[in-house]
């Protein structure tokens, strides 16, 4: 499964500090126990790549529908 694949796949998703001074990603369905921790300066990184791929997402939907009119 890649980036552009499609899924029903279902799960939660929580994210916060935890007591040893780490960020935690937590994703949690069906089959799936994955904590995730980072530290600060690593979690600010992937914040930054979020907002990257949130606004080139952005782009390219705005770009379709530019294209739709």
Do not use: C
């Amino acid at each position: 499964m890649g980036i552009n694949s499609e899924s029903d796949i279902s799960a939660n998703l929580q994210i916060g500090p935890t007591n040893l001074g780490m960020v935690r990603i937590y994703l949690a369905g069906d089959g799936i126990d994955l904590p995730l921790d980072f530290d600060p300066d690593e979690a600010e990184e992937i914040a930054e790549e979020l907002r990257a791929a949130a606004s080139a997402a952005r782009k390219l939907k705005d770009s379709a529908k530019s294209k739709k009119r």
